[in-house]
């Protein structure tokens, strides 16, 4: 990442924006949270791209270069968290790692009143926002981001996956296609991504599904679209990954 945009303090504030609105690469000497209440948030991060419904939250520690997109009619909240107040690790156990929160019930009316009243520059704010702070909780795994490819068979495998979704091709295929065996595939998806291909996939197919889905497409168009052998298999993946199902969360 090059070109980075510096801004000392992290904002706090609600922004309504429409689909596409974006932020380029910048850095906050403080930590932020960055909470979308509607529609879908992508934040990348040097490690890759998150994608967040209304059930998670990116975590952005002070200093880590980020841009931002959203994806449909969408209300983001920004929350900065100074480090003045807050100058030790938070979450996860480096406070250099970004990461992706999950937004309970009483998480998300915290970020929501954080957003709504500005930085914290009085007492009962700072209140309110030492409990957010003490309510940061990690996602379940396998966190919702498509990763960084950085080996060129990888990036190469990821070019006919994201192009042929629906089509779903096998390791195998895409082996035979990149020249690299298919157990040479999998070894470095492996070694290098720390996931599997089949995990490294799903991970693929539910970015794409949560744009189409906030584009207003219909669970089962979503579920051909992205290579769902039927529409109760991606419900069944969707909620396995966001705790809620697709129609529940997009309706």
């Known amino acids: 990442m090059s070109n980075i945009r510096h801004m000392p303090v992290a904002p706090t ?37 998150w994608f967040t419904p209304s059930t998670r939250a990116a975590w952005i520690p002070g200093g880590t270069p980020h841009v931002w997109q959203v994806h449909g009619a ?11 107040l807050y100058p030790g690790s938070l979450y996860p156990s480096t406070e250099h790692d970004p990461a ?12 929501v009143a954080c957003s709504e009243n500005g930085a914290a520059t009085t007492p ?6 030492d409990v957010l702070v003490d309510q940061l909780r990690p996602a379940p795994q396998p966190a919702t981001m498509v990763p ?11 070019a006919i996956v994201e192009a042929e979704l629906a089509g779903s091709p096998t390791l195998g295929e895409l082996g035979r296609r990149v020249g690299a065996s298919e157990r040479t595939l999998s070894r470095l998806f492996r070694d290098t ?5 089949t995990t490294w996939r799903n991970q693929v197919r539910l970015h794409r599904a949560n744009h189409l889905l906030a584009e ?16 109760s298999a991606f419900v069944a993946v969707f909620r396995a990954a966001f705790g809620r199902t697709p129609g529940s969360m997009f309706r």
């Open 216 to 231: 207003g497409r219909t669970v089962t168009q979503v579920a051909a679209a992205c290579g769902f052998a039927t529409p």
């Open 13 to 49: 504030e609600v922004r309504h924006l429409a689909t596409g609105d974006d932020v380029d690469l910048h850095q906050h000497e403080d930590h932020q949270l960055i909470y979308a209440s509607t529609g879908v948030l992508e934040v990348t991060v040097e490690q890759g791209t």
């Open 193 to 197: 991504v720390g996931m599997s291909f």
């Open 148 to 158: 960084a490819l950085h080996d060129p068979r990888l990036r190469e495998v990821q």
């Open 100 to 111: 992706l929160l999950l937004v309970s019930p009483l998480f998300r009316e915290l970020v």
């Open 74 to 84: 969408t209300t983001v909240r920004f929350v900065g968290v100074p480090l003045s």
């Open 124 to 129: 009962a704010a700072r209140r309110m926002l």
